[in-house]
């Protein structure tokens, strides 16, 4: 049999973990990543704190501590996982997406581009750790584009002083508005539901923005939905299935912080099925490989599209050995792997 050489796609956290455990188990590898290692991480607000308690995202056995044994921040997940890729010698081919991939029998080839230059690599195997958020979910309404609104929250500091409009009614948005509140800025937000979920929102967050509602420092619009953006202001219709008035407000800013989609491109270039709502990749759970041989995924984007978070970094860890006893047809330990979670949802 030919020595397996692996590819794998996306240096997220799981990305990360599996070459570190490939490189444990001597299987030669290549690491392709489109951005900087861990770019989802990287695209949270500053100073985000995960929902997760360390030792849940730490990955490859490697503890994760922080300096107030409190949950660690984006700042200092980030600076931990430059640490594992320091500490293991990692060699991730930063900013190269990966942009084909053709198959002639059991081999594949990747072709990537890094400012237009093509780059091709051969690998007998292909393990697409991509994650599921790859593009904001678009609404596809007037307005969408203009420069003073975004699908991305950054930090409090540009609404200091402005009329911010969030849209959303899970954690991005909720603990958006709270921090542009206590930045200063004046914060409305609408919401489809009649009412946040409070099984899916960080548990901290939810009484402090449910009392700023209630003593009106935070407009709330709940049922509605955004019909249009203007430079000046946000037109409101009621969500699908009701019946009321259009409302305008004012704003100088709108975030539409209605969550995130996969890029299902590589998958459907290479064959394989995307099944259910979510367009779920097709795999066996006991070894994550898809129903194309040979043709691996790991991580969050073994879910798809999520629109009920239930993939997270916590609950992916099991991947890693699955993947690497099946390429190398013997089990894989891999430290200290915690497979549970609490249940609530980390973001969303
Ligand atoms: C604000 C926020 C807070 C969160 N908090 C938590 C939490 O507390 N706990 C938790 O467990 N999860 C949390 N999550 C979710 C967590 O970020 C994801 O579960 C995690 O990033 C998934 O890891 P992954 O390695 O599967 O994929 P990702 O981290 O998404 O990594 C995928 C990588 O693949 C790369 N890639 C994609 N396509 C290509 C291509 N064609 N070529 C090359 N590279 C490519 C991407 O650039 C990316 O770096 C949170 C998410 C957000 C937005």
Redesign the pocket.
């Known amino acids: 049999m030919v020595n397996p050489h692996v590819a794998i796609?996306?240096?997220?956290?799981?990305?990360?973990e599996l070459a570190v455990a490939l490189k444990r188990a001597r299987v030669d590898y290549t690491h392709?990543?489109?951005?900087q290692?861990?770019?989802?991480?990287d695209?949270?607000?500053k100073m985000?704190r995960?929902?997760?308690s360390p030792e849940?995202?730490a990955i490859a056995g490697v503890p994760l501590q922080t300096p107030d044994q409190a949950?660690a921040t984006r700042e200092q997940y980030l600076d931990y996982l430059r640490g594992i890729v320091t500490q293991f010698d990692l060699d991730v081919h930063t900013y190269?997406?990966?942009?084909k991939i053709d198959q002639e029998d059991s081999q594949f080839t990747l072709h990537?581009d890094r400012q237009g230059v093509v780059t091709r690599y051969s690998a007998t195997h292909v393990v697409l750790?991509?994650?599921?958020?790859?593009f904001p979910r678009l609404l596809h309404v007037p307005g969408e584009d203009l420069s003073h609104v975004s699908h991305y929250f950054d930090e409090p500091h540009r609404y200091f002083r402005k009329r911010l409009f969030i849209v959303g009614g899970k954690?991005?948005a909720v603990e958006a508005a709270l921090r542009c509140h206590h930045a200063g800025a004046t914060v409305s937000m609408s919401y489809r539901g009649d009412r946040f979920d409070p099984e899916r929102i960080k548990y901290w967050l939810l009484p402090e923005l449910e009392s700023l509602i209630k003593v009106g420092q935070i407009a709330f619009y709940p049922n509605t939905i955004p019909a249009a953006m203007t430079p000046t202001h946000v037109d409101l219709s009621p969500a699908p299935g009701l019946i009321g008035d259009s409302i305008q407000v004012e704003a100088d800013f709108v975030l539409l912080l209605t969550g995130?989609v996969m890029?299902a491109?590589?998958f459907k270039m290479l064959g394989v099925e995307l099944v259910g709502g979510n367009q779920a990749p097709a795999h066996d759970p006991q070894t994550m490989q898809t129903n194309v041989p040979n043709v691996f995924v790991?991580?969050?984007?073994a879910a798809g599209t999520q629109e009920t978070?239930k993939?997270?970094?916590?609950n992916?860890h099991a991947h890693v050995p699955r993947i690497v006893a099946t390429i190398t047809g013997h089990p894989c330990d891999t430290p200290d792997i915690i497979d549970t979670?609490d249940g609530q949802a980390?973001?969303s």
């Not at 392709?32 to 951005?35: D, I, R, S, V």
């Not at 190269?96 to 942009?99: A, F, K, L």
């Not at 993939?311 to 916590?314: A, D, K, Q």
């Open positions: 796609i996306g240096a997220g956290p799981i990305g990360l392709l990543e489109a951005g290692i861990a770019q989802t991480v695209r949270y607000p985000t995960f929902f997760s849940r995202i949950k190269e997406r990966v942009t990537t750790a991509v994650g599921d958020m790859a954690n991005s995130y890029d491109t590589l790991a991580g969050t984007a978070f993939l997270f970094i916590e992916c979670h980390p973001e």
